[in-house]
Structures are given as structure tokens and as C-alpha cells.
């Protein structure tokens, strides 16, 4: 019999998926742990190591094919590993279902052993509910196998009625995101029935005009504000170790900051926290208890309500979903909750993003490309978009207008219908974050190692800055004019198209954020160093010393690449001498394009290299015929480099390794066909956007650091510069 054509899937495979957006696990997850796998369905996975951008690496088996994606955090689960002395064998308790009946042995239920605590019960059903009720409830049978694989649980008390305990008569416990008594429930479906779908249309040149922030009545208050202090009290004890500041949501109509309490200790509850700061009249008043575990993100434009969403570095796993709540008195009830998912999505991920547009529209991001507004009060879903691979979006600073990233670029919308306003110039690459000026007049992009600002009134690209190295947590403050804070720590001077300065602070630390911009000033958490006060300071940056540093430079002479340059060209690439020729026109035709002239002898040299990389052996299942087949790869790598005067000033890398899915033509072997792939990719050198402007890089990552402390800013040494270079491709 004659097979026309195979398809092969590779059993291991390198290729990481790189699309930003969440940050790395806590120190929970390390390789080697033992972990369940959401890919394509649930399976028992390990852990083979954590990327920089939280994605995690694992190692599993599906159907006999050994597979090593890589994956978001929220479709990782930690597989708990049993206490000593508490609960026995693994097996028993957390890997089978059994029968549990009640001591009337009338009603039974088919589920698994999860905790037993204070006299109570907890299992987990074959239909993913969770019950608890009094231990006596059960037969004294299955009191024996409780008590036989105890293990430590929460309080949850069990109605005493003569009923099905199993049913309604027992207490569900609500979804991880509303896991705490007197919230308002689980997470409902949403309305996805009249959904509009959403796509950019006509790109016409972006002309608009400003959507400013409105400005807070009064003048802010100079000093500290203090949030917390045990230093009258008489015990004088420290604030609570595990307690933190983790978000800073800024409420700029009202000179306001909610400040997001984040407490969680090792084996208890988390608890959260709202705290509302009046930054003019410079007091804070006592906390509000949040009463879910999803992370507040935002408040609305009124002032009276905050979103929420699930957040599985801020609480743990949990099913994705979006809330939202409104003060009234000393707490704060819930108005909405919905899940994100719409029906039918594979990817089943919390949302990354929400945003009020106004009180009753909240928007929403969820892995991997979809944008969704909805209407909180119905939780109806509007319209939804899909946007570029590992995509960012903002909203303006009043709610107007909607940016998001697409592969061809960055659209301007109108936020509440979806129609296009226009697109901007420029290919910034892949997005990871967006933000409007507070005044409306620019819209700045991080993407990679490139920082973009555009001028939204004339809808033209005002900055393409190369950062020294990629960005992480890209969140982008505004912090005065021409000086923008990436990240929380790196100051990007637009004047000089460099990182001026460094700032170092506790409210940024790990993957707290609690810090912002309000008001033309830097706003920031700190807690004392005996651990007995917590306030909120202010910041004028870039502080004195950083202005004197950037006075002190010429913005000409910090330029290695730029308009009127002249460019030597060195092609060593591995081609035929017309592939060769091509890859030398294409790169001359770019940058005469950016206003540089090409000549021989230039000091600055933009070289094109190709070279070989790692090699390794690569299996790949054959579907229909069964068996594996194993071959070598070799990775095939180019570069292109900026030098000046033998420094490397600006580098960027594409590598060609293995596919994971290979079609074979008849007769043909899987070396034959990765034999096609043991050759560089020359279209890399005419794809690739040069640079117009690149500073010279120092012998650090900035030209001067800071530390933001309770006693004022304090210089410290900086941090060595790393090589230039960023990996476009693979």
C-alpha cells in the first residue's frame, strides 16, 4: 500500500511560545515538581524549568507522545504533596474517587478525600463540586477513612438538617475567586447571545483629539501619608510580615489612590484589603476587607466601584472570572461576576486585563488575542476582537479611546462601540504594553527592547527608543514631561532617546505594584525598616541629581545611529553570490530609507552574519503508521549588528531550528525533510526593521541609580550594563 503523504509530530520540541503577559510563579513551582496540565486536557505533568515571563515549561505525555510545551501560569496546577504525619498515603486520599455515604446510608455521593478539619469534612465530587459537612454526618465507616486521611482544611460550618447532605442541605464552597463567607456567590456565565465581532476597518491616518484625565481639586498634600502604625499602640508590635501593598488603583478625578492590602501568610486564608487615600487632604482612611480572593485592578470613573479578576500570582489557581463592587458604607458589595470565557474557547484563561471604560463597561484581555467590552450590569459581553499574538491594550485616560496592538500594528478605536478611529504608523513588533499620556496628547508601546511614543493629535510616531535591555513588567508611568517610568524603576529620557536613571523601591519589589503616577508626581508604598509603619510617599522625578545628569549630556553626541550616519556594510552570510547580493541591496535600500549613506571604511558597520548553533537529536510520531523517527538538527542562526569601533551598539538575532510538525512526501525520510530547515534564514535581513536611532551603550544599564526610601532618594551604584541583543525570531 502507498502513502502519498505522512504527518509527524515532533515527541520533543524547543520552540518556546513567547507572548507576554503573565509573570512568573511564586516560589511555589520549581523543576521536577509534579503538576497537572491543562493542554488539550487535563494530565499529569513535571516541571522542567520557568521562563523570565512566568510561562512554565513542563514535560508530559499525551497518548505516548512525550511533549515539552510551554504554557501559561493558569494551565499549571501544583499537585500538593502530603504533610508528614498528617493524612498518610498520597494515594488514598487526593488520587481516587470512592463512595461516601451518610449515617442514614440513604444518600451517597461519588467523591475524593480533600480535608478534615474542627469535626468537618471536605470532598471533592466526580462532578468538580466541593461539599463540606460535620464528620458525624457520615457512616462510621467513612468516619474512620476521614479520620484515617485527615489533613488540615478552612472552617465551614454544616447546616444541621435531616437531608441529602450531599446536596442542598451542605455548603458549597465557592469558586477560589469568591472563597470567603458573605460574598455573593460563584461566578456566573455570561451573555455572549448578541456579541458583535469586531475588527480593525478603513486605516486612515490617526488624527484625535486629546482625552485628558480630569484633575483633582486641590493641591496634594507634600508629606507622607501614613497607612498603618503600630508605634503608639501598646504592644508596639511589627506589621504583619506577609502583608503588602500590592496594587495602587488611582482615582485622578478625585485626587484619590485605593491601595489593594494583600495579605498572604503561609497556610492560612488570603486575606485582601481596600484602603482609600485621599492624597490632597493627605489622610488615608481605615481599611475595607475585599471579600473575594480575585485581585483589584481598577476603580471606575465614579469612584464608587472597583473591578476585579482572578490571579493566580495574586491568590492561587482559580476558575477565571471578573467581578465587580461597590462601596456602600464600610464594605463593599458585589454588583457583578462573570466568567470571560466565552463558550467553546479552547484557551479557558483569566483575563490579564479589565478596565472600567465607564460604570457600568468594564473591558477585558484574555490569553491569547481576545479583547472583549462588556456591560457590567447585564454581564453581556458587547463586542470582542481578536488582536495580534501576545497583544496590549489601554484605554484613555477618560475612557474615549481604545489602543490595541495587531500583528501590523497599533489601532486606535472608539472604546465603547469598537469602530476604528485609525491606525498609527510604524511596525512596532509584538506589544506587551500600551498607555495614553494622563493628558491624552501621546500613546506610548513597550515591544521587546523598542520604547514607541506617538503623537496622537497629529498621528505621527515622535519616539523609537532601543532600550539596553527588554522590559519585563512594562507597566508605563508618565512621570513628567519628556521622562517616562518603565517597569517602576527604568527612567527613559525622550529627549535623549536613553535610560537616564535607575530607581529602586519596595513597592515594586517581586510582583507587587504598588506605585503610580498622579498628579505630575510618583506615588509609592513603603514600610519602615522596623516593620512598624506603613505610608505612601511622593516622588518629583526625575529628582535633582537625574536633571543635572541629563543637562550635563548632549542628545547628538549619545547617538551612535542616526539620520545623516554613514554605514559600512559587512555581509558574511552563508548564500549563493545573488542571495548574497540580495541580502546587501535589501539592507543598503533600508538605510538610505532611514537618511544614512552607505561607505566603505565607515566607522559605524552594520554587519550581517549567519553561523550554526546548538545540535540535537529530535523524534517525531508518525500519525497513521505508527512508530517514531528520530533525526539531528542543527540550528541555523543570523545576526545583525550595529558596531562602532568594535562595540556591538545594537544586535538582533533570528534562530531556525526544528518545526513540530513535519509533512513527509512518499519515500521521503524525516531527515530528508529537516534537511530543508540545515540552511539560514536569509529572508531575516530583509525583513528585519533597522533602527533609525540607537544611543551609544555605557558600561551601565543607565547613567545613575536611585533608591526611593522613607528618608528621600538616595543614590546607590548602578548596575553593569548586559550585551546588546534581542532575539527576533526562532
Known sequence: MKIAASVLLAVAFSTALLLGADKPKKARLAPGDKVQV??????????????????????????????????????????AKPEKGKGGDSKKSGGKFRTWADKSG???????????????VTLETDEDKTVTLALDKLSKEDQKVAKDLAKEAEDNPFKEKEENPFESGSKQKKSASSAKDGDAGEISEAD???????????????????????????????????????VKSKTGAQLNFFESVDGLLLDRARGQALAVIHDAAPGKPVVNRIQRVDLVAGKAQEPVEFPSVMKPVDVSPSGKLIVARTDNMFSGRGDPGVSVWKFEGESLNQVSS??????????????????????????????????????????????????????????????????????????????????????????????????????????????????????LEEGKLYRDVYLPQAIHSPTIDWVSKGYVLLGGERLVDLDRRIV???????????????????????????????????????????????????????????????????????????????????????????????????????????????????????TYRKFGLGGNETAKITEQICKLKFIENGK?????????????MLHLKEGQTVQDALNQYQKPNLQFFSSVKLPQYVARPGDAIAYGASSLTPQGIQNVPIQAAAQPGAASGR
Open 38 to 79: 491543562d493542554f488539550g486536557g487535563t494530565t499529569e505533568g513535571e516541571v522542567v524549568e520557568i521562563g523570565r515571563n512566568g510561562w512554565i515549561k513542563v514535560k508530559i505525555n499525551k497518548n505516548g507522545i512525550e511533549m515539552t510545551p510551554t504554557l501559561p501560569p493558569d494551565k499549571i496546577t501544583p499537585i
Open 106 to 120: 440513604k444518600f451517597k455521593v461519588k467523591a475524593k478525600f480533600v480535608e478534615l478539619k474542627d469535626g468537618e
Open 192 to 230: 455572549w447571545s448578541q456579541v458583535e465581532t469586531v475588527a480593525p476597518g478603513q486605516a486612515d491616518k490617526l488624527s484625535i483629539a486629546p482625552d485628558e484625565a480630569p484633575a483633582a481639586n486641590g493641591d496634594l498634600a507634600s508629606k507622607p501619608i501614613i497607612l498603618s502604625s503600630t
Open 338 to 455: 462573570w466568567s470571560p470565557v466565552e463558550p467553546g474557547d479552547f484557551f479557558k484563561s483569566q483575563a490579564s486585563l479589565a478596565k472600567f471604560v465607564d460604570d457600568d463597561h468594564v473591558l477585558t484581555l484574555s490569553f491569547p488575542t481576545k479583547l472583549t467590552m462588556w456591560q457590567v450590569s447585564k454581564a453581556k459581553a458587547v463586542y470582542k476582537m481578536e488582536i495580534g499574538n501576545g497583544g496590549a491594550a489601554a484605554l484613555s485616560a477618560g475612557g474615549k479611546y481604545l489602543a490595541a496592538s495587531f500583528n501590523n500594528g497599533v489601532y486606535v478605536f472608539d472604546a465603547l462601540s469598537g469602530k476604528t478611529l485609525g491606525k498609527l504608523p510604524g511596525e512596532p513588533g509584538m506589544v506587551s504594553s500600551l498607555s495614553f499620556r494622563p493628558d491624552g496628547r501621546q500613546l506610548a508601546a513597550v515591544s521587546g527592547q523598542r520604547f514607541l511614543v506617538w503623537e
Open 500 to 618: 537616564l536613571w535607575q530607581y529602586q523601591h519596595e513597592a515594586g519589589r517581586g510582583f507587587a505594584r504598588g506605585y503610580g503616577e498622579l498628579g505630575g508626581y510618583f506615588w509609592f508604598a513603603l514600610t519602615s525598616a522596623d516593620r512598624k509603619e506603613r505610608g505612601l510617599f511622593r516622588a518629583k522625578l526625575p529628582h535633582d541629581d537625574a536633571r543635572k545628569t541629563a543637562d550635563s549630556l548632549d542628545p547628538k553626541q549619545l547617538l551612535a545611529v542616526q539620520p545623516g550616519a554613514s554605514v559600512a556594510l559587512d555581509v558574511r552570510i552563508q548564500g549563493t553570490p545573488a542571495e548574497q547580493q540580495q541580502v546587501q541591496q535589501a539592507l543598503a535600500g533600508q538605510l538610505q530609507s532611514l537618511e544614512m549613506t552607505v561607505a566603505n571604511g565607515a566607522k559605524l558597520v552594520l554587519q550581517a552574519t549567519t553561523e550554526t548553533g546548538k545540535s540535537q537529536d529530535i
Open 648 to 660: 556591538v551598539v545594537w544586535e538582533s538575532v533570528s534562530v531556525n531550528g526544528a518545526p513540530m
